[in-house]
């Protein structure tokens, strides 16, 4: 997203603030590009939002099932 802005919209000088929501708090990859954003584009600010916590690793499978499950109720309410 922050790639295609910086192609087609915003130049070096451009001012303002890009709003960014995601599901899952971003990953240190991601956190590694909005800084390199920052760093090129310095007149505009970066507000991430987001819903759950980034998932452990040791507790991955544990947390999709958590996330599966929580969706497939929710659908279920739905349906009713």
């Known amino acids: 997203m922050l790639i295609s ?4 919209v915003l130049n070096m000088n451009t001012t303002g603030k890009v709003e960014l929501y995601t599901k899952y ?3 240190l990859g991601c956190d590694h590009y909005f800084i390199q954003f920052l760093n090129i584009f310095k ?3 970066i507000d991430i939002y987001w819903e759950y916590p980034y998932p452990d690793p040791k507790n991955y499978e544990n947390f999709v099932k958590k996330q599966t499950l929580k969706i497939w109720k929710a659908s279920e309410k739905e349906r009713l």
């Not at 802005?5 to 087609?8: E, P, Q």
């Open 5 to 8: 802005l910086a192609k087609t």
């Open 25 to 27: 708090e971003p990953c």
């Open 43 to 45: 007149n505009i600010d």
